[in-house]
């Protein structure tokens, strides 16, 4: 297992708005982190991505393979689990977020942390996206269970397993705040974001045609 470098972030937010019905899915966040314009197009113009049958397709062969992981319990005990909660729906009007975790563990030392399995190899762009997602549930967690939230873990099932450990800095926590509210300037304020600054991401995207 190995630890990771924390995000080294100045934080900006001062605190939610409070005028906010809508909930995003960490799923949504990670959408928006991709390109924010993703955020405007899906959310302010009602706009879905051309992409939904790909995305059942995938998202399926993701819930068998998760299914179809065998050591789980091997996986739990190395990381320290004594008890967990399986298959969690947390929700947040707080934090304006909603989503299913994984696992919720309970580890030896009386914390709680999120254990998520990803149907996908390692590599350090997917776990940065990851890592948000782990600090999301973890701010759920924390929320819901009313306990200490440390540490999370993923485990890359197509990586025979390898479970990485990610500690939470303020930092993280500061920083994926931060991307809830701008995703809630957009929805709510309309907003129009900045281009994604990484152009090849332009190349095969569905919105092209409409992104001025
Ligand atoms: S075309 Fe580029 S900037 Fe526009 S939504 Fe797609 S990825 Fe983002």
């Known amino acids: 297992m190995d630890a990771i470098t924390p995000i080294t972030y100045t934080c900006t937010y001062t605190d939610f708005d409070t005028d906010m ?6 799923s949504e966040v990670v959408e928006h982190l991709y390109c924010p314009r993703f955020t405007y197009f899906m959310n302010c113009l009602d706009i879905p991505q051309h992409e939904e049958l ?3 397709v995938l998202k399926g062969r ?3 393979e998760k299914r179809e992981v065998e050591n789980r319990e091997y996986i739990r005990k190395k990381i320290g689990c004594v008890n967990k909660d399986v298959s969690v ?3 947040s009007r707080n934090l304006r977020i909603r989503g299913i975790v994984d696992e919720v563990l309970e580890l030896n030392d009386g914390t709680l942390a999120p254990l998520d399995y990803k149907f996908a190899e390692y590599n350090d762009f ?3 996206t990851y890592k948000i997602q782990s600090v999301l549930y973890a701010l759920l967690i ?3 269970y009313n306990k200490p939230v440390k540490k999370g873990f993923i485990c890359y099932i197509k990586s025979s397993n390898k479970i990485k450990e990610i500690i939470y800095s303020e930092q993280d926590i500061c920083y994926t705040k931060d991307v809830i509210n701008e995703i809630f ?3 709510l304020k309309g907003y129009y974001p900045k281009k994604t600054k990484y152009q090849n991401k332009c190349i095969d995207c569905c919105y092209r045609n409409i992104c001025v």
């Open 126 to 128: 997917t776990f940065e």
């Open 62 to 64: 993701e819930l068998h």
């Open 142 to 144: 924390m929320e819901n």
């Open 21 to 26: 019905t809508a909930m995003i899915t960490p």
């Open 54 to 56: 790909r995305y059942k």
């Open 89 to 91: 729906y947390i929700a």
């Open 185 to 187: 300037n957009i929805i």
